[in-house]
């Protein structure tokens, strides 16, 4: 059996997309990947929720753009995948674009608490209840995507998992209860996501004017943090986008489709480096030292967290 319905590029074409795509995405894994590696060789932050939440963003858009590479390679290689690789791929991948958005939530939540009840913020967020709600997180995304595989396991036969497919959640998941089900549960995720942030920093504006302290740094954190969340939201309007503009440009559907996920899911995945990575003054300083390793005059442990 074989559900396939896309088109495919011309050699050279499927060739350039491929290495804009993995070069770029390469490029973000090894940023990301050294955040890591700086984050768990330091004590400082593995005992900070802040930079726990943050690192957990990271490793999310680690697993997700290396699961766009492999999928995309393959695709472009052998066209069609078996069903079943291709359900754990896509499954994997749909979990982590939904936990980015929720720790976005979380982080906004951490904010709040530490501006707005500094001294009960240490009780209440301590690195156990830190992993645990990273754990919650990653329960409610598989609670969310899991009722679609048990559908598809019970009204498909036994022969479907060993066919081949186009990996697209459309190809392998077609029953349209489930892009219903699906548009609703998005529709959610991003009404419940936008109210905790626009509470907890409005929360966190007001207290920083109020208080006079570092009132422009909120605000610009407000922003670079508004502006990442906006971002991950735009994965819910990833095959409405495609659908879209594919029906006005039908013979342009490859390069809208390569040209929406490139811009909707890999490019933001540069923010969230710059937003603490680079921005944020501990971390920047810990970097440089791993990147300058001969630089004596780096003294991280002597700055203060931004």
């Known amino acids: 059996m074989n559900t396939t319905t896309v088109n495919r590029d011309p050699l050279h074409v499927a060739i350039l997309k491929n290495v804009i795509t993995v070069a770029l995405s390469l490029a973000i894994i090894y940023i990301n990947g050294t955040l890591v590696?700086?984050?768990?060789?330091?004590?400082?932050?593995n005992t900070n929720s802040r930079y726990i939440?943050?690192?957990h963003l990271v490793i999310n858009d680690i697993i997700m753009l290396a699961m766009m590479i492999l999928l995309q390679v393959l695709s472009y290689i052998l066209f069609t995948l078996n069903v079943s690789f291709c359900i754990v791929?896509?499954?994997?991948?749909?979990?982590?674009?939904?936990?980015?958005?929720?720790?976005?939530a979380a982080m906004a939540l951490e904010c709040?608490?530490?501006?707005?009840?500094?001294?009960?913020?240490?009780?209440?967020?301590?690195v156990r209840k830190t992993y645990i709600v990273i754990t919650m997180i990653w329960v409610l995304s598989l609670l969310t995507i899991l009722p679609d595989l048990f559908i598809i396991i019970a009204t498909r036969p036994t022969e479907y998992f060993h066919s081949s497919a186009f990996c697209l959640w459309a190809n392998v998941f077609t029953d349209p209860n489930l892009a219903k089900k699906k548009d609703v549960t998005n529709i959610l995720f991003l009404?419940?996501?936008?109210?905790i942030l626009f509470y907890a920093y409005f929360k966190i504006?007001?207290?920083?004017?109020?208080?006079?302290v570092n009132a422009k740094k909120a605000r610009n954190t407000v922003l670079l943090?508004?502006?990442?969340?906006?971002?991950?939201?735009?994965?819910?309007?990833?095959?409405?986008?495609?659908?879209?503009l594919s029906i006005l440009f039908p013979k342009d559907t490859l390069a809208i489709r390569y040209v929406i996920s490139l811009l909707i899911q890999v490019m933001p995945r540069l923010i969230s480096p710059v937003?603490?990575?680079?921005?944020?003054?501990?971390?920047?300083q810990y970097l440089i030292r791993y990147w300058l390793p001969l630089n004596s005059n780096v003294y991280p442990e002597n700055v203060q967290k931004s």
């Open 205 to 212: 504006l007001f207290a920083a004017q109020a208080a006079s």
């Open 275 to 284: 937003v603490y990575g680079i921005r944020d003054k501990m971390f920047r």
């Open 37 to 45: 590696h700086v984050f768990r060789k330091h004590q400082v932050f």
């Open 191 to 195: 009404v419940i996501v936008w109210l």
């Open 53 to 55: 939440l943050y690192i």
């Open 112 to 126: 709040y608490l530490a501006i707005c009840f500094p001294l009960r913020h240490p009780q209440i967020c301590t």
């Open 225 to 244: 943090h508004g502006f990442q969340l906006l971002l991950c939201m735009l994965s819910y309007i990833h095959s409405i986008s495609i659908q879209g």
């Open 89 to 104: 791929m896509l499954m994997l991948a749909v979990s982590t674009g939904l936990n980015n958005p929720l720790t976005l």
